[in-house]
Every structure is written in C-alpha cells, then in structure tokens.
C-alpha cells in the first residue's frame, strides 16, 4: 500500500461534477487543482448504505476544506454513470460541491494497494496529498466502518502547521517546543 511520503499515483479517470445535462462529466487527474492539497477519499460502491452517509458529511464541510486550499476528490470503482445515477437518485448527493471519481478499471485503487482483495472493490481509503503530489496522510478503513471528517479535517490543519501537534491537537491551540 502507499504510504506516508509516497507520491500519490498518476491518473486519468471521469468524474460527475453536475447533474445539468451537458455539464455531468469531466475528466480529473493528479495534476488538476494544481497548489492546492488534495484530499482523496474512497468508498467501496454506489447505492449502498454507509458510503453517502460519509460522502454528504464530507460535501457538508466542502467549504471547510475549501478553506484550507484543500480539494475534495471522492472516488469508487463504479462508473461514473452510475455515479450520475445515484447523484440523481439520493437526495444527499444530488448538489454534491466535489467531483465523484469514478476508477472503473481499478487502476487507481490498485495502484494504491486499498483493492479489497475479496470484494474487489476500494477500501475506505482517505489520503491527504500535498501540492507537489506527496502523500502526508492515509487511513484506511473496512468496507463496514464509515469515517470521521471531523479527523480528517484535524490532521489536515496539523499537517499545514508544518509543525509538532500533540495528540488531539485542535486547530488554534498551542503547537509543541523541542527544548
């Protein structure tokens, strides 16, 4: 699996970014958002039951990474068909404020190494990626277990400290001194 000081793979994949007829589809890849970090989260499968449950809480705080000059990219290896489909269909989806990735030959999820080796779908992965395409964070959960974009959001601001952050370190607090 990437890791911590890898950099984040080349890729070239669709995503939704609108419902609008016309304006559904757009291609995404590692150089889009160039200066900006980007934070790339996958969920196993579309139309199922955790996965928008994190994917709305992720859009809800949009701005918040926004904020941060974070871009929000969420990804699966459905296709985004499917993803169009789905946005359409959940009312939680429908004005999502981030492109749906859609990895349809696995490419990228295999190239992370976060492919359930059974399911062969992607594991709920979240990576934080600098601007210059390092990865600064990875969590990676089962395919049963959502995540917190409350944490993700937390080491996002500890990483752009540049600094030492203790343990539940919260934007604004004090940082750590080396004596």
């Known amino acids: ?11 070239s994949l669709q995503a939704v ?3 609008d ?8 890849t590692d150089q889009s958002h160039p200066g900006t ?6 969920w196993p499968m579309d139309f199922t039951f955790v996965c928008p449950t994190e994917i709305a809480a992720f859009g809800a705080r949009e701005r918040d990474f926004r904020d941060r000059d974070a871009q929000v990219l969420g990804v699966s290896t459905d296709t985004h068909f499917v993803h169009l489909a789905w ?7 429908r004005n999502l404020p981030f492109p749906m ?3 349809t030959k696995r490419e990228l999820a295999t190239a992370l190494g976060i492919l359930h080796a059974d399911e062969g779908v992607a594991l709920r992965a979240t990576f934080i990626v600098d601007p210059e395409g390092v990865i ?5 959960n089962d395919l049963s277990v959502g995540r917190n974009v409350d944490e993700v959001l937390r080491v996002l601001d500890a990483l752009q400290t540049d600094e030492l952050c203790p343990c539940n370190w919260q934007k ?3 940082t750590l001194e080396v004596a």
Do not use: I, N, Y
């Open 101 to 103: 990735v859609a990895d």
């Open 37 to 42: 970090c980007k934070v790339v989260f996958f």
């Open 172 to 174: 604004g607090e004090k």
């Open 1 to 11: 699996m990437k890791t911590v000081r890898d950099r984040f793979p080349e890729f």
């Open 17 to 19: 970014v609108a419902s």
């Open 136 to 140: 600064r964070h990875v969590s990676v």
């Open 87 to 93: 946005r359409r269909q959940h009312p939680d989806l």
């Open 21 to 28: 007829p016309g304006k559904e589809f757009t291609p995404v």
